[in-house]
């Protein structure tokens, strides 16, 4: 049975501070990991990771994949009150399928 | 350009009552899923449907059915709704081996 796993579960942190966001999986015929922001609806694309190692990067967030290990981090450097939201990852089979999302990180940002 | 279309956004039902939630997507998608979503937590796979015609349980299919009614449209019934589908739906397309798009949620509380 797929498998995966977010920590911590929740965070709180000032503005200007540093965040890494985990996120371990167990997934038959993994082919890729996927990150999301959700604030209060639906939520949206932040990165699909596919290589090992291989950093990606927008702006403040970065995240990488480690497929030896089976895990993901996130990384968001100087924090704002806009990147309170709750983060989700998510891997996708090699079928092209998403079945299995974490159970998500919620970060706080306080000014 | 309307991407992931859901209706109702709210629904309250009494114990019993049975509904349908309506999705539809304009980005000629192959997959569609639904999701459940309950406070504090992460996704959770109802059904999907890789291509049109087909369609398979995902993590919690019970209490639910799916129609695949073509490749746009993707609907979710809930024959007689109980209190445990108190809950947030998201309908989501993508591209197979693409990142999700989401429709914006149906809030659904049952009494």
């Known amino acids: 049975e797929d498998k995966v796993v977010q920590s911590p579960l929740s965070l709180v942190v000032h503005e200007g501070d540093t965040v890494t966001l985990n996120c371990s999986y167990e997934?038959?015929?993994?082919?890729?990991l996927l990150w999301y922001k959700q604030e209060k609806k639906a939520p949206t694309f932040l990165f699909m990771l596919?290589?090992?190692?291989i950093e990606k990067k927008s702006g403040r967030l970065s995240s990488i994949l480690d497929k030896k290990e089976l895990f993901s981090i996130l990384n968001i450097t100087a924090t704002q009150t806009g990147d309170s939201a709750i983060y989700l990852c998510a891997p996708l089979d090699n079928a092209g399928n998403m079945l299995t999302f974490g159970g998500g990180t919620r970060l706080m940002v306080k000014p | 350009n309307a991407g992931v279309t859901q209706t109702p956004k709210f629904q309250v039902l009494k114990t019993g009552q049975s509904m349908t939630l309506q999705c539809a997507q304009d980005?000629?998608?192959?997959?569609m899923y639904w999701y459940r979503q309950d406070p504090g937590m992460g996704l959770r796979l109802i059904y999907y449907s890789a291509s049109e015609g087909t369609t398979d349980k995902g993590e919690v299919p019970n209490g639910y059915n799916v129609s695949r009614l073509n490749k746009r449209e993707f609907s979710l019934r809930l024959e007689s709704a109980a209190p445990s589908q108190t809950s947030v739906y998201f309908c989501a397309s993508s591209q197979r081996g693409a990142q999700l798009f989401f429709g914006s949620g149906t809030q659904l509380s049952v009494l």
């Open positions: 596919t290589s090992s190692g």
């Open positions: 980005m000629n998608h192959n997959s």
């Open positions: 997934v038959t015929n993994f082919r890729s």
